[in-house]
């Protein structure tokens, strides 16, 4: 078992920044990946970066591309997500999830059911 513990979320204006943390506790040394989801009322989780827990790579969706950075740091078990130049429509409850390493892991991980923990969530609310 993996438990993940956000931190970071908050309410900003347009173009401010954020950087949220998701900090991994448990069976780290088996985790392949590390990722973000928002999610709005009434609509499906939305993916939003993933990086790989021991290979240098990282995946992000179109809609933040450029704009929002992944890191992580395996020696303290830690991901986190830099959001710059933030708009209204990234206004959502932002979700970090570890996925186990698995005989046909996949890369990119964008897909929610490639996770297996999922953390309590932390709201982001960008205002115009």
């Known amino acids: 078992q993996v438990q993940l513990v956000e931190s970071g979320g908050g309410s900003v204006q347009a173009g401010d920044s954020l950087r949220l943390s998701c900090a991994a506790s448990?069976?780290?040394?088996?985790?392949?990946?590390m990722g973000w989801f928002r999610q709005t009322p009434g609509m499906e989780r939305e993916f939003v970066a993933a990086i790989s827990w021991n290979v240098e790579r990282t995946y992000y969706a179109d809609s933040v591309k450029g704009r929002f950075t992944t890191s992580r740091d395996t020696a303290k078990s830690t991901v986190n997500l830099q959001m710059n130049s933030l708009k209204p429509e990234d206004t959502a409850v932002y979700y970090c999830?570890?996925?186990?390493?698995?005989?046909?892991?996949?890369?990119?991980?964008?897909?929610?059911?490639?996770?297996?923990?999922w953390g309590q969530g932390t709201q982001v609310t960008v205002s115009s």
């Open positions: 448990g069976r780290t040394f088996n985790i392949y990946a």
């Open positions: 999830a570890a996925g186990d390493t698995k005989p046909l892991n996949i890369w990119p991980a964008r897909a929610a059911r490639q996770y297996d923990y």
